[in-house]
């Protein structure tokens, strides 16, 4: 099934009455990762609630409803900007600089000139309707008005069903890169970089292919 399309708008930034509600969202797709960092959903989602920025968050809506997201990162912006004194005031201060270590661990910069797709994350109810699609649509549409020269993004090793549906897409695999450390914090041991150049051409259609969730980064 598919949704139609008058029924999916996207948007550019998320306004701040719909922070709390893209932070379940988000929290939903990378809960069982992201939770070793910040927490259960009552402690994390207000820390991703306010470190969501004014930037660089492609937001669909289905039938008014916020329905997912597209996390991104380019020329310097970035969509979430978790401080250590938002972590401080849940954790301590000791123990919340070993947590933005850990978030550091996970991040990843954009080439110069390129789009990090970072996430993508789909309400749950949602993931039936080509959502994820549509926002990866989205993206390389606001690459091109960017004048952005490739889109990347990173796949982890225990989703290859991810990764093979963006190969289908076109994005080819250039590094993979380990890191045995993160098995017993994060559930991964390797994650792989993929890339599509930016043309004016669209994504092949692959009727019924989405990323239905986004564990690990994008995969």
């Known amino acids: 099934m598919s949704a139609e399309h008058d029924e999916v708008v ?11 509600g893209a932070a379940k969202i988000y929290y939903e797709a990378f809960g069982g990762k992201l939770g070793v960092i ?18 660089p968050i492609l937001v669909a ?5 916020a329905a997912g997201l597209a996390c991104l990162r380019f020329n310097g912006e970035d969509f979430l900007s ?3 004194s938002t972590l401080a005031r849940k954790f301590g201060w000791i123990e919340s600089l070993t947590r933005l270590i850990m978030l550091r661990l996970i991040d990843q910069s954009p080439s110069e000139g390129g789009l990090l ?17 549509r926002l990866i649509e989205a993206v390389f549409d606001l690459a091109r008005n960017r004048r952005l020269t490739q889109v990347a993004l990173q796949v982890v090793d225990t989703n290859p ?11 080819t695999a250039v590094r993979t890169y380990r890191v045995p450390f993160m098995r017993s914090i994060m559930g991964f041991s390797a994650y792989t970089i993929m890339t599509k150049p930016v043309r004016q051409t669209p994504l092949p259609n692959h009727t ?3 990323p239905r969730r986004s564990d690990g980064r994008t995969g």
Do not use: K, W
């Open 61 to 65: 809506f289905y039938r008014g409803e």
């Open 38 to 55: 910040l927490g259960p959903p009552e402690t994390a989602i207000p820390i991703l609630a306010e470190g969501f920025t004014d930037g």
């Open 82 to 84: 978790i401080r250590a």
């Open 10 to 20: 996207i948007r550019y930034g998320l306004r701040d009455e719909e922070r709390p």
């Open 117 to 133: 797709l970072d996430s993508i994350a789909v309400d749950g109810r949602f993931r039936s309707l080509g959502i994820g699609r």
């Open 161 to 171: 069903r991810a990764q093979s549906l963006y190969e289908r897409l076109g994005f």
């Open 208 to 210: 019924g292919d989405r």
